[in-house]
């Protein structure tokens, strides 16, 4: 199971740290992915990090602002958000996927999911 924490209330500029707990999701098989949906919208992809690399990808809109990274032992991935504004109000998700070694995690069908933390960023 994958379970996502770490949202909250924020004003627009400000940070927030999300972890997803993946226990069982490794790094030697799994690429990770955030994905986010705002009420009314349908969900939209945000970031990943790849099997084999920790190559991370991120969507245009939160590029230079969100960092993606994975925490060693305990199979945990970050996003740290900054610079937040209103329209990245939304549920995060993280979610897996059976990778390829090194390929770019952007194009998979994400097939594990897990319990989204809401975030809200007030303006």
């Known amino acids: 199971q994958l379970q996502a924490s770490g949202g909250g209330l924020v004003q627009a500029g400000g940070s927030l740290r999300l972890s997803c707990a993946a226990p069982?999701?490794?790094?030697?098989?799994?690429?990770i992915g955030w994905f986010r949906q705002a009420p009314g919208k349908e969900r939209e992809w945000v970031s990943c990090i790849n099997r084999g690399d920790d190559k991370t990808y991120y969507t245009d809109s939160v590029k230079g602002r969100f960092a993606m990274s994975r925490e060693n032992a305990e199979n945990t991935v970050s996003l740290q958000m900054n610079g937040l504004k209103p329209e990245d109000t939304a549920v995060y998700y993280c979610?897996?996927?059976?990778?390829?070694?090194?390929?770019?995690?952007?194009?998979?069908?994400?097939?594990?999911w897990g319990q989204g933390t809401q975030v809200t960023v007030s303006s």
């Open positions: 069982g999701f490794t790094r030697d098989y799994y690429a």
């Open positions: 979610a897996a996927v059976i990778a390829g070694y090194r390929r770019p995690c952007a194009g998979y069908e994400y097939k594990y």
